[in-house]
């Protein structure tokens, strides 16, 4: 790599007790323990809740029938058997299987997610640390993991673009500290992510040759555009065998795009994603391009929660974010960046004020999800039930419960899975059919608890589980809680 760095290199001005980095860093690392132990402890709550949706039961599927079966495979979208990257391309899949091995389940997984977002915080005080000391490192580190974006990261079902954010930010530290090796190594991980990854890695390398890096820009540019290319032109379309792309339908209205952009809420989603930055990107300059495909990603969509800090859909912009937010930083008098930091710790804790999950800082919010999360009053009945049944049958199941039981080759979201083993049904009307609906739920458990061949396994005042081939002892019992 060249020696001229992207970031104007200003000389620090100590105003604070002298920190050796070593020691900030130190710092980072336990709060990074701190925040990975909070969240990973909520997230094993939500699971023995069944808070987990149809998201998590996808991924849990397609993880699970890599970690046993080797390859990507998953029932979960319909009754159809499809190869899962055809819907998103993510060879990091087989990386994260790796520990799925040894403990697999959906726990798993969210762990996984939460401690990679939670680690994000020391690239980040490395790269600020590097040119403004150990105090501003600690500033941003801070913001980080106090900001609500991570945390509806974490918490937000599973999803694999929530990696972008620490790979990304370890790619930004290895460019700014040109560490080659390191560089190729976390922009290839980077890369595996998902299809559009390479996009944002495209857009990376033209900021790279705009600020001076041109052969490694060049360089980035030219390999992120031959994934990209293949990947979405190639690859995934012979993997659908020639179906369209699941997520084109959320881009339906792109060509009346002012449309789009004319909405206040769009705009709202943007200011607090300056918010939490102490609006320091908007002294970014070139660098603000760098926001532009993950901005376009959010803000071009007809799908209202890709422009919501409450999910994962920030995951592009975010690292970013962060990035711009040390640039626009440099451009500060010296006397100013402990304040501007402090601001963007400041908006961090108030937007967390109502988006966020950091003890004291939530206004209750943790404590009402997990009210919210207790869904049933008979739950490890019901988890023990689910548990119990034999890895190798196939199961139907309702939204909520699905990731409990997905982690096998067949795994059916309701109305879908007419043949499967086993059905998990949560039969009242206030549960989450979706995809399916109330009626079609009960039409269906009628038509299971009548045929004679399917039998009443476990049951409640809310959930009922049916077996093939079991009693039907308990079968009428069912059939007059549905009601006429």
Not at 312 to 334: D, N
Request: proline content about 6%; hydrophobic content about 50%.
């Amino acid at each position: 790599m060249s020696t001229t760095s992207p970031v104007v290199r200003i000389e620090r001005v100590r105003s604070f007790p002298a920190l050796r980095a070593e020691t900030g860093a130190t710092v980072v690392l336990v709060l990074v323990a701190l925040f990975a132990l909070r969240f990973i402890l909520l997230a094993a709550q939500k699971y023995a809740g069944n808070a987990y949706g149809w998201d998590m039961a996808i991924y849990n599927q397609c993880i699970s029938n890599i970690a046993y079966h080797g390859v990507p495979i998953s029932t979960a979208y319909s009754n159809a058997t499809i190869n899962h990257f055809g819907v998103h391309f993510s060879p990091i899949y087989y990386l994260i299987a790796v520990f799925y091995r040894f403990a697999p389940g959906p726990v798993t997984l969210a762990t996984l997610q939460i401690l990679a977002l939670a680690l994000g915080a020391l690239p980040l005080y490395l790269l600020v640390e590097r040119r403004h000391g150990p105090w501003l490192g600690l500033l941003f580190a801070v913001g980080y993991l106090l900001n609500p974006i991570t945390q509806a990261i974490g918490m937000y079902e599973f999803h694999e673009i929530a990696f972008f954010v620490p790979l990304m930010l370890t790619v930004l530290w290895a460019f700014d500290t040109e560490r080659t090796k390191t560089f190729w190594i976390f922009f290839v991980l980077t890369l595996c992510i998902r299809e559009d990854t390479a996009s944002y890695l495209l857009m990376f390398g033209s900021v790279a040759v705009l600020t001076g890096q041109r052969r490694l820009g060049l360089q980035v540019m030219a390999i992120s555009a031959v994934w990209l290319l293949l990947v979405f032109a190639v690859v995934m379309p012979w993997l659908r065998t020639g179906a369209p792309y699941m997520f084109d339908d959320r881009y339906k209205d792109i060509r009346h795009f002012w449309v789009l952009l004319a909405q206040p809420a769009r705009w709202i989603f943007v200011a607090q994603l300056l918010i939490t930055v102490g609006f320091l990107p908007l002294l970014a300059r070139r660098h603000l391009l760098l926001l532009a495909p993950g901005l376009a990603f959010s803000l071009l969509s007809s799908f209202v929660p890709q422009y919501s800090i409450e999910y994962h859909y920030t995951s592009p912009i975010f690292p970013f974010l962060l990035y711009t937010a040390l640039i626009g930083l440099e451009r500060l008098r010296a006397s100013w960046r402990p304040a501007a930091c402090a601001l963007m710790v400041a908006g961090a804790i108030v937007l967390g004020l109502r988006y966020g999950r950091t003890p004291g800082l939530d206004s209750g919010r943790v404590r009402n999800e997990i009210n919210q999360w207790h869904i049933y009053n008979t739950q490890a009945a019901i988890n023990a039930a689910a548990d119990a049944i034999p890895f190798d049958a196939s199961v139907r199941a309702t939204n909520n419960l699905l990731a409990r039981v997905s982690g096998r080759k067949a795994a059916y979201i309701l109305p879908w899975g007419p043949d499967a083993d086993y059905a998990l049904v949560d039969y009242r009307p206030q549960a989450i059919h979706a995809p399916a609906t109330y009626d079609q739920v009960r039409t269906m458990l009628r038509e299971m608890l009548s045929s004679g061949q399917y039998g009443v396994v476990y049951g409640d005042d809310s959930v009922v589980l049916l077996g093939r081939s079991r009693s039907t002892e308990r079968n009428p019992e069912f059939l007059a809680r549905l009601g006429p």
